[in-house]
C-alpha cells in the first residue's frame, strides 16, 4: 500500500486590538468566565455549513479579541486530514462572518503545524531511537507521546489513533474507518510568535514556510541511534549505550572500541572473535539506512501541496 503523509494547521490563536463589539448571534456564553464564548453548535447555520464548534474558544475583553481553534477539527470534526491554504482561508472566512469582525487582520500568537506520518515503527519505538533534539529538553513522555521544547517551540510525537479516538466529533465517529489510521504517527510544532505578522501573511506565506521548517527539523536536528539487534542482553545494552555515546561525542567509537580489544589481555584468537563480533553489529547499523530520525518516516516532499 502506498505511504501517506499530510500536513496540517492543528491549531492557531489569533488576536485583534480596537474591537468595540462581536455579534453574538452563533455564540453561546462561557459558563463561568465573563465575555467568554464558544460557538453554539447546535446553531443552523453552523449545521448549514457543515462545521464543527467544539474546539474554538472566543474571548473579548476591553477591546482585545482573542480567538484560538483548530482548524481541521472546525472544518471536518476530525484531524485526520490535510489543511491546504485555501482550507484556512475558508474557516477564517467563516469565523469573521460569524463575529461581523474581519479576522485577517488579526496578529497570530501561536501555532501548531503538523505533519502525518506513514511508519514501520510505534510511538514509543520511534522514541527509543531518539537520542536528543539540538536547543531543546525533555519536557513530557509516555508511550504514545513525547515532547521536547524550548522558551519558542515546542515539538512533539504522538500516536494519531489514541488522540483522534478521544477528541473526534461523535457524528463523524459512526462512519469514521479508524483502520485507516494505523501505523500512523503525527510529528508537530507549536511555534510562539508574539503578534509579528497578521493572519493574511501568515497563510499566504507563513504556513508553508513553517512546514519546511518542520521537516527541515526533523531531518536535522532529531538526534537518533538505531540499534537494529534491539536485544536485552548485556552485550547489546552496551553496543546501545557505546552508539549513544558516539551520538553525544562525535568520536570514532568505533576505532575506540577495536583500540580497547586490542589493548587486553585476550588472547589473539578471542581478540578476533571480538572485533568481528563488533564490526557484525556496526555494519548491521551502517547497512540499516536509518540514519536520521526522517529515514523512519513517509517521505517528506510536500512542495506542491500548495
Same mark, same amino acid.
Given at each position: 500500500?502506498?505511504?501517506?503523509?499530510?500536513?496540517?494547521?492543528?491549531?492557531?490563536?489569533?488576536?485583534?486590538?480596537?474591537?468595540?463589539?462581536?455579534?453574538?448571534?452563533?455564540?453561546?456564553?462561557?459558563?463561568?468566565?465573563?465575555?467568554?464564548?464558544?460557538?453554539?453548535?447546535?446553531?443552523? =447555520? %453552523? !449545521?448549514?455549513?457543515?462545521? &464543527?464548534?467544539? *474546539?474554538?474558544?472566543?474571548?473579548?475583553?476591553?477591546?482585545?479579541?482573542? +480567538?484560538?481553534?483548530?482548524?481541521?477539527?472546525?472544518?471536518?470534526?476530525?484531524?485526520?486530514?490535510?489543511?491546504?491554504?485555501?482550507?484556512?482561508?475558508?474557516?477564517?472566512?467563516?469565523?469573521?462572518?460569524?463575529?461581523?469582525?474581519?479576522?485577517?487582520?488579526?496578529?497570530?500568537?501561536?501555532?501548531?503545524?503538523?505533519?502525518?506520518?506513514?511508519?514501520?515503527?510505534?510511538?514509543?519505538?520511534?522514541?527509543?531511537?531518539?537520542?536528543?533534539?539540538?536547543?531543546?529538553? =525533555? %519536557? !513530557?513522555?509516555?508511550?504514545? &507521546?513525547?515532547? *521536547?521544547?524550548?522558551?519558542?517551540?515546542?515539538?512533539?510525537?504522538?500516536? +494519531?489513533?489514541?488522540?483522534?479516538?478521544?477528541?473526534?466529533?461523535?457524528?463523524?465517529?459512526?462512519?469514521?474507518?479508524?483502520?485507516?489510521?494505523?501505523?500512523?504517527?503525527?510529528?508537530?510544532?507549536?511555534?510562539?510568535?508574539?503578534?509579528?505578522?497578521?493572519?493574511?501573511?501568515?497563510?499566504?506565506?507563513?504556513?508553508?514556510?513553517?512546514?519546511?521548517?518542520?521537516?527541515?527539523?526533523?531531518?536535522?536536528?532529531?538526534?537518533?541511534?538505531?540499534?537494529?539487534?534491539?536485544?536485552? !542482553?548485556?552485550?547489546?545494552?552496551?553496543?546501545?549505550?557505546?552508539?549513544?555515546?558516539?551520538?553525544?561525542?562525535?568520536?570514532? +567509537?568505533?576505532?575506540?572500541?577495536?583500540?580497547?580489544?586490542?589493548?587486553?589481555?585476550?588472547?589473539?584468537?578471542?581478540?578476533?572473535?571480538?572485533?568481528?563480533?563488533?564490526?557484525?553489529?556496526?555494519?548491521?547499523?551502517?547497512?540499516?539506512?536509518?540514519?536520521?530520525?526522517?529515514?523512519?518516516?513517509?517521505?517528506?516532499?510536500?512542495?506542491?501541496?500548495?
Amino acid at each position: 500500500m502506498e505511504k501517506r503523509r499530510f500536513v496540517q494547521l492543528d491549531f492557531i490563536k489569533i488576536r485583534k486590538h480596537g474591537v468595540k463589539a462581536i455579534s453574538d448571534y452563533c455564540l453561546v456564553p462561557h459558563p463561568r468566565i465573563k465575555n467568554r464564548y464558544k460557538l453554539d453548535t447546535n446553531h443552523t =447555520l %453552523l !449545521k448549514q455549513y457543515g462545521l &464543527f464548534g467544539e *474546539y474554538i474558544d472566543i474571548y473579548l475583553c476591553n477591546g482585545v479579541l482573542t +480567538v484560538s481553534l483548530s482548524v481541521p477539527f472546525f472544518l471536518n470534526g476530525h484531524n485526520f486530514v490535510e489543511t491546504s491554504k485555501s482550507d484556512i482561508e475558508d474557516a477564517f472566512n467563516k469565523l469573521s462572518e460569524f463575529l461581523r469582525v474581519n479576522l485577517f487582520d488579526a496578529r497570530v500568537c501561536d501555532y501548531e503545524v503538523a505533519i502525518l506520518h506513514d511508519s514501520d515503527f510505534s510511538v514509543k519505538e520511534l522514541q527509543s531511537f531518539i537520542v536528543g533534539v539540538d536547543d531543546m529538553d =525533555l %519536557l !513530557k513522555k509516555d508511550k504514545r &507521546f513525547i515532547m *521536547y521544547g524550548n522558551k519558542k517551540q515546542q515539538f512533539k510525537l504522538y500516536e +494519531v489513533r489514541h488522540n483522534l479516538e478521544k477528541k473526534m466529533h461523535p457524528t463523524v465517529r459512526k462512519n469514521f474507518d479508524f483502520e485507516d489510521t494505523f501505523d500512523c504517527v503525527k510529528t508537530e510544532m507549536k511555534v510562539s510568535k508574539p503578534e509579528k505578522m497578521n493572519l493574511e501573511k501568515f497563510i499566504k506565506e507563513e504556513y508553508e514556510y513553517s512546514l519546511h521548517n518542520l521537516k527541515i527539523f526533523i531531518q536535522y536536528q532529531i538526534h537518533v541511534c538505531f540499534n537494529t539487534s534491539k536485544g536485552e !542482553k548485556f552485550d547489546d545494552i552496551l553496543f546501545q549505550t557505546l552508539l549513544w555515546a558516539g551520538k553525544y561525542t562525535y568520536k570514532p +567509537v568505533q576505532e575506540m572500541a577495536l583500540d580497547i580489544i586490542d589493548r587486553s589481555s585476550l588472547s589473539p584468537v578471542q581478540k578476533s572473535r571480538r572485533r568481528k563480533a563488533l564490526r557484525k553489529k556496526f555494519d548491521a547499523v551502517r547497512q540499516s539506512g536509518k540514519h536520521c530520525f526522517s529515514d523512519f518516516l513517509t517521505d517528506l516532499n510536500f512542495g506542491l501541496l500548495f
